[in-house]
């Protein structure tokens, strides 16, 4: 019994990170992606068969006085459906 469960423990670990992400319909809003946090989006301006990674960005603080302060925008780039 105890064999069996450390099986099934270890097929839990090789195929979970394998499930496959969801894909959205639309773009989320700005601000609702965490910075570094990818999501996949359906796009027209990919070509067939891949589709739009979408990494959050940075936006300034708000309240600051430092208009120099450090933003990085969104970044999309098209990759292979999986």
Do not use: D, F, W
């Not at 090789?14 to 992400?21: E, G, K, L, W, Y």
């Not at 027209?44 to 430092?66: D, F, L, W, Y």
């Amino acid at each position: 019994m105890k064999r069996l469960i450390v099986t099934c423990t270890a097929l839990l670990a090789i195929v979970s990170p394998t499930i496959a992400q969801e894909v959205l319909k639309k773009e989320p809003a700005a601000g609702v992606l965490r910075y570094g946090e990818k999501v996949l989006v359906e796009s027209r301006k990919c070509s067939k068969g891949q589709v739009m990674e979408v990494t959050g960005g940075r936006m300034p603080s708000r309240g600051t006085r430092n208009t120099q302060a450090p933003s990085t925008p969104r970044e999309r780039r098209c990759v292979p459906r999986a």
